[in-house]
């Protein structure tokens, strides 16, 4: 049942909002950067710190490199926590030029599991991150769990309260196709209707969800 309820859950909100065209960045290297610089803020600010650095022509792999860490954490000091992101930046720039001579294109031949692996072993990144590179990057069949879909899993039946990433990202891979496009569009959805609908105090009589089985208990969303 659950998988015909995530996909009737995909159905009415791909019908409500449309196609979200999300992750947005021109290159590769632009989405990796927006997926570590939106960690604990807004995709506005984010937006704010990617203008600034395509403004000083260092949106690339070799320009960032070679930027000093001060002067990259000042071009990216409205995405907040400039000092530790632009830290964050650095360990994934070593760790690319360690491993790939600063090749991105030899990413693409790393096997889903491996790659994610080495993403968590970079310094700063987390599942999310990781997954969020995998996915909106490199166009890995891998599901981004977020604050946004363990509040709408647990209110909609889906999954206990205390499920963890882990149990939250099965619930979507086991019962959804494994399909890259797919698990785009459903993140980017649910990021729409946490944002617009399912907050921490919901605007349920609006909800394009308001019509399947629900429940708002649990005060820790």
Request: proline share 5%; aromatic share 10%; glycine share 6%.
């Amino acid at each position: 049942m659950t998988g015909e309820q995530l996909t009737q859950i995909y159905e009415i909100l791909y019908d409500s909002f449309g196609p979200q065209h999300w992750w947005p960045g021109d290159t590769q290297f632009e989405i990796i950067v927006g997926a570590i610089l939106t960690q604990n803020t807004s995709w506005a600010n984010v937006e704010k710190a990617i203008a600034n650095l395509k403004a000083a022509g260092c949106l690339t792999v070799h320009a960032m490199n070679n930027l000093d860490q001060a002067e990259l954490a000042e071009l990216i000091r409205p995405a907040g926590y400039f000092n530790i992101k632009a830290k964050r930046l650095k360990s994934f720039l070593a760790w690319l030029f360690d491993n790939c001579a600063g090749r991105l294109e030899d990413l693409e031949a790393m096997d889903t599991h491996r790659l994610r692996a080495e993403l968590l072993g970079i310094k700063g990144i987390g599942p999310e991150t990781a997954d969020s590179i995998l996915l909106y990057a490199f166009d890995r069949p891998v599901f981004v769990v977020d604050a946004y879909t363990a509040r709408i899993a647990v209110r909609h039946g889906l999954i206990e309260p205390d499920a963890g990433y882990e149990q939250l990202q099965d619930l979507f891979q086991s019962n959804l196709i494994e399909d890259f496009r797919l698990f785009n569009e459903y993140h980017a959805l649910i990021v729409r209707l946490g944002k617009d609908f399912c907050k921490p105090k919901p605007k349920c009589s609006d909800c394009p969800l308001r019509h399947l089985p629900h429940t708002i208990e649990s005060e820790q969303f």
